[in-house]
């Protein structure tokens, strides 16, 4: 008679467990994404274009990385580059009188934007990465622990 039950109820506890952990790995989690900006060209002076980085997560994105690069034979030199965002984004290498630009941010919050626009030679569309990671927490034990360079 409690055997229903009891089935029942690890069913329910089982089920539970697979929807927390869906969550917390798959919904939960920041998602970073980018946009390429259609180019507007100033005739016979100067082509603009950018991109558009947004976090589209439900968490805060920590440690975002930018890299835009123009690679191949005829990579375009970035003339004049502008980051702009509610956020603290530092062009940390690269950018005007390049061919790849660095741009870095200690946190991205949810639906949080950094937008970033170029002024180039040509209409060449770069590479872009954007890439976000969680520095490795230390745990209780490993602060005993010696380390591979005191060992």
């Given at each position: 008679?409690?055997?229903?039950?009891?089935?029942?109820?690890?069913?329910?506890?089982?089920?539970?467990a697979?929807?927390?952990?869906y969550?917390?790995?798959?919904?939960?989690?920041?998602?970073?994404?980018?946009?390429?900006l259609?180019p507007?060209?100033?005739?016979?002076?100067?082509?603009?274009?950018?991109?558009?980085?947004?976090?589209r997560?439900?968490?805060?994105?920590?440690?975002?990385k930018?890299?835009?690069?123009?690679?191949?034979?005829?990579?375009?030199?970035i003339?004049?580059?502008k980051?702009?965002?509610?956020?603290?984004a530092?062009?940390?290498?690269?950018?005007?009188?390049?061919?790849?630009?660095?741009?870095?941010?200690?946190?991205?919050?949810?639906?949080?934007?950094?937008?970033v626009?170029?002024?180039?030679?040509?209409?060449?569309?770069?590479?872009?990465?954007v890439?976000?990671?969680?520095?490795?927490?230390?745990?209780?034990?490993?602060?005993?622990?010696?380390?591979k360079?005191e060992a």
């Open positions: 008679m409690w055997l229903p039950w009891l089935l029942l109820a690890i069913i329910f506890i089982a089920l539970a697979a929807a927390l952990y969550w917390q790995t798959r919904l939960n989690i920041p998602q970073l994404t980018y946009t390429p259609p507007y060209e100033i005739p016979d002076v100067i082509l603009v274009a950018g991109v558009l980085i947004e976090n997560g439900r968490q805060p994105a920590p440690n975002i930018i890299t835009i690069q123009f690679e191949g034979e005829a990579a375009t030199m003339h004049h580059m980051v702009s965002s509610a956020e603290n530092v062009l940390r290498s690269g950018g005007e009188r390049h061919t790849f630009a660095n741009i870095s941010a200690r946190s991205l919050r949810p639906h949080g934007k950094i937008v626009y170029w002024a180039a030679a040509q209409d060449i569309q770069p590479q872009i990465s890439t976000s990671y969680q520095p490795a927490q230390e745990s209780f034990l490993q602060k005993f622990l010696p380390r360079s």
